[in-house]
T-cell receptor, first 117, second 114 residues
Framework: DTGVSQDPRHKITKRGQNVTFRCDPI?????LYWYRQTLGQGPEFLTY????????KSRLLSDRFSAERPKGSFSTLEIQRTEQGDSAMYLC???????????????FGPGTRLTVT | DQQVKQNSPSLSVQEGRISILNCDYT??????FLWYKKYPAEGPTFLIS?????DKNEDGRFTVFLNKSAKHLSLHIVPSQPGDSAVYFC?????????????FGKGTHLIIQP
């Protein structure tokens, strides 16, 4: 049983560079979420997909942030022109509101730690 | 403005005793609440949840209590074990299926003393 996986686990980049993170959800899960977590804070919701449709993106932090899930399986989160304030842990989660299952339980991956120098 | 508040940044409990972690919320639209546990360098792990139509949910050593009138929930761990040492996050959802994502508190670091 494979859980949610994220790649890379760590990314160090220079200010102004673009970065892209990948998330592979649990295979039968049709919902995929991205969160950001900074030091001393809880995860902060960014965006959400149901299959390939991005149903909520108003919480993305700026227009430098974008996410895709082209075939309804894996997803990518891209940050353009990175800033030092983007340094954080980026978490992906997935869920499956199947019949009889608890609708709201999201399962998280290990995260990608981004450091912008 | 924090809609989910965990006012205790840390809590130290002796092994074998009860651990009680507290969470308060301000948004009356929240209808589902979850607790997650997080170890360093790992993502949060789901522990237990409760719907707003219930006031208690139990799963093994973990029990969550919900007081809607007070907008307060708590997680009880009995008995506490060394492996319970972690950061615990309270989270809430206001729409069916979590379409708005989850709103998390800042977490409470639970330390179980031998």
């Amino acid at each position: 049983d494979t859980g949610v996986s994220q790649d890379p686990r760590h990314k160090i980049t220079k200010r102004g560079q673009n970065v892209t993170f990948r998330c592979d959800p649990i295979s039968e899960h049709n919902r995929l979420y991205w969160y950001r977590q900074t030091l001393g804070q809880g995860p902060e919701f960014l965006t959400y997909f149901q299959n390939e449709a991005q149903l909520e993106k108003s919480r993305l932090l700026s227009d430098r942030f974008s996410a895709e899930r082209p075939k309804g399986s894996f997803s990518t989160l891209e940050i353009q022109r990175t800033e030092q304030g983007d340094s954080a842990m980026y978490l992906c989660a997935s869920s499956w509101p199947g019949q009889g299952a608890a609708v709201y339980e999201q399962y998280f991956g290990p995260g990608t730690r981004l450091t912008v120098t | 403005d924090q809609q989910v508040k965990q006012n205790s940044p840390s809590l130290s409990v002796q092994e074998g005793r009860i651990s009680i972690l507290n969470c308060d919320y301000t948004n009356s639209m929240f209808d589902y609440f979850l607790w997650y546990k997080k170890y360093p360098a790992e993502g949060p792990t789901f522990l237990i949840s409760i719907s707003s139509i219930k006031d208690k949910n139990e799963d093994g050593r973990f029990t969550v209590f919900l007081n809607k009138s007070a907008k307060h929930l708590s997680l009880h761990i009995v008995p506490s074990q060394p492996g319970d040492s972690a950061v615990y996050f309270c989270a809430a959802s206001a729409t069916g299926g979590g379409a708005d994502g989850l709103t998390f508190g800042k977490g409470t670091h639970l330390i179980i003393q031998p």
